[in-house]
């Protein structure tokens, strides 16, 4: 049984930094395609950044040169380093996983989900 379970997220100021944890289980963890998403209030999901099984990247234009993502493969663990937090960054982040070539930022790809991890930004 595949679980994501989402951790990192808190409140920070605009400029501030965090990181988010996605640990995973009960799948090849090595042969999956990964993905972070957000969703803020009275909005749809949006992809942020992903990961291949190669370690091919990809980012939201909004995020690119501030958010990175990447793998520990010895833990089965997948990170979001997120740099320059804006406001509009404020929303619930949720990791995904899929088996798949990806990478990709689109939200119907994925067939794994966890729960989610809140981050609030303020000004």
């Known amino acids: 049984q595949v679980q994501l379970v989402e951790s990192g997220g808190g409140s920070v100021q605009a400029g501030g930094s965090l990181r988010l944890t996605c640990a995973t289980f009960g799948y090849a963890f090595r042969d999956y395609s990964m993905g972070w998403f957000r969703q803020a209030p009275g909005k749809p999901r949006e992809g942020v950044a992903a990961m291949n099984s190669i370690g091919s990247t990809t980012y939201a234009d909004s995020v690119k040169g501030r958010f990175t993502i990447s793998k520990d493969y010895a833990k089965n663990t997948v990170y979001l380093q997120m740099n320059t937090l804006k406001p509009e960054d404020t929303a619930m982040y949720y990791c995904?996983?899929?088996?798949?070539?990806?990478?990709?930022?689109?939200?119907?790809?994925?067939?794994?989900w966890g729960q989610g991890t809140q981050v609030t930004v303020s000004s």
């Open positions: 995904a996983a899929d088996y798949g070539l990806g990478p990709s930022l689109v939200v119907s790809w994925y067939k794994y």
